[in-house]
């Protein structure tokens, strides 16, 4: 079984290198931007001032997610010379808070506390820490629908990158393919060339290196562990595995090159 295993991976990694781009192919989206990762305090009434019947935890979590929602349509009219001032931006968009999130997590649950003035002296509220990815396109599209934009804001410039993979899974490079398309933006990914447990990529993604490897790090990852090794001068270096399932395929004895 290992051995049939190891020879569908050697199969696979003998396919040319233009047929492997695999899901990051030039059809994405010419406009589309990465989503912007915002961290802001979700804060909602407790004790006698709370909403009635609404957890005070889930009112401060959906706060959360309208202020990242708000923080980043404020960003982009300022970036344009607006001035929003008081914009109620949910109001204006349209639609759930979650229409414009692409997903989210609780950092820290603050808890209960005093509610600084204007409330009521005396008055708590409960307060939660959340890390927020926000689908700046689609905010963007609203406000330019609603006049707040004069155009859509420009794509991100993109930078020439090299990683190095290692896994020995092919299952882990394929996802870890989908997370640079769909958690760092990337525009592109071609292997140049193939090697036991190691594959070279080349990168088309916004920003830097070390920002392209912050993005990676910074998506949730519930079944794909990454582990940042010693860069090779400018070659960045990320060892891939899936958590948990059965025993990834082993590339030993398989050795082959793209074009």
Known sequence: MRAARSHRLARLLAVPAAACLLTLLPALPAAALPPARVVVEGVAPAGEHAVA?????SAALRAGLRAAIA???LDLIAAEGGQPGDLDVLALLGGKATDYTQRYR?????????A????????????????????????????????????????LPTQGHRILVETRDWGAYEAFLALLRDGAG???????????????LRVEAPGRSAELLDRLLAVRQETLRLIPLPSEGDVLRIQVARTGGEEPAS?????????
């Open 53 to 57: 019947g609404v957890p005070v935890r």
């Open 106 to 114: 609780v950092l820290a649950d603050l808890g209960e506390r005093l």
């Open 251 to 259: 590339p030993e004895g398989a050795q082959a090159t793209g074009d």
């Open 186 to 200: 990337a525009r592109s990914a071609l292997p140049e060339s193939f090697e036991s447990g190691r594959v070279a």
């Open 71 to 73: 923080q980043t349509a």
């Open 116 to 155: 600084p003035a204007p409330a009521p002296e005396g008055a708590f509220e409960y307060a939660l820490q959340v890390e927020v990815h926000v689908d700046v396109d689609r905010i963007a599209a609203g406000l330019q629908s609603a006049g707040w934009l004069q155009s859509l804001p420009g794509e």
